[in-house]
């Protein structure tokens, strides 16, 4: 039986990883809540979980190549086998972020998910090469949004809500 948020993470300079951290920190009073980044999560893990929080930055309007990889891998494995079960996103850009949300919501529909809250989306304002490729910090404020969204999704599932 699927159990529990499952927190699925890639990030390039800090920001993503910072707020999938928070999630989970936000997440944990609940029973279950794993954390993998993109490059280790499989079909099974996701197959174990009852909801996800899908988090990355957004790199030339898409979500980055390692977290597409992530859906490339575990697509056609899951079709069919997880459909209905509850997700959010948390994306880090540097002006905008929709794009990379919108083209999760795109795969993601082909599983048959369900978006049960808005996405946060974290805009570093980052323009130049330069501020692109520094490392990133979260303020403690969009911290905080992205701990409550992790208690709200994980708290919502050990409820029965979603």
Known sequence: MAAGLLI?????TGAARAMAEAARDGAARAAHCRILSADEAMPDDLLSAAGYLFC??????????AMKEFFDRCYYPLLGRIEGRPY???IAAGSDG???ERQIDRIVAGWRLRRVADGIIVCTKSQTPEEILA????????LQSCHDLGQAISEG??????
Not at 56 to 65: F, Q, R, S, V
Not at 157 to 162: A, N, R, S
Request: glycine share 8%; aromatic share 6%.
């Open 88 to 90: 959010v996103t948390m």
């Open 56 to 65: 990355c930055p957004e790199n030339l309007a898409d979500m980055t190549g």
């Open 8 to 12: 699925i993470w890639h990030s390039r």
């Open 135 to 142: 490392p990133k910090h979260v303020s403690n404020t969009l």
């Open 98 to 100: 929709s794009g990379a």
């Open 157 to 162: 599932l050990e409820l029965g809500v979603f």
